[in-house]
């Protein structure tokens, strides 16, 4: 299994359970000049995911998602870390079994 497919399962799992899922585009890209042009924070998720509370309100965590066995680099991990130090939801998961773990410890349901 690749990224690619534990993307794909992780995100079609939590559309089912209505959140709404968005890819971040982050990284450096060049212009057709070539002049660098950088999106996002170093290390930033790749997904934002988001579902609505009640009221005005909105339940939102950061998911990086990673091929199995492989983790998250030094910059991602120092973002996430960075991210929970000022109160938001963040993780990371390499199979959709680890996202649902996760999940269950986080908002009681799977």
């Known amino acids: 299994m690749n990224e690619r497919q534990v993307v794909s399962d992780c995100i079609k799992w939590l559309r089912k359970k209505g959140w709404i899922c968005r890819r971040q585009n982050v990284g450096l ?3 057709q000049q070539g ?3 950088r ?12 579902r609505p509370k009640g009221g005005n309100y909105v339940e939102y965590f950061e ?3 990673k091929r199995p066995g492989k983790t998250p680099g030094d910059k991602q991990l120092e973002y996430m870390a960075k991210r929970k130090y000022q109160g938001f939801v963040c ?3 390499d199979s959709l ?6 999940y269950r ?6």
Request: aromatic share 14%; glycine share 12%; net charge negative.
């Open 91 to 93: 993780t990371w998961a």
């Open 105 to 110: 410890d986080t908002y009681g349901d799977g």
């Open 29 to 31: 890209f060049l212009t």
């Open 35 to 37: 002049t660098p042009i």
């Open 63 to 65: 998911l990086e998602a």
């Open 97 to 102: 079994p680890m996202l649902q773990a996760w």
């Open 39 to 50: 999106l996002g924070e170093v290390g930033e998720p790749d997904w934002r995911c988001m």
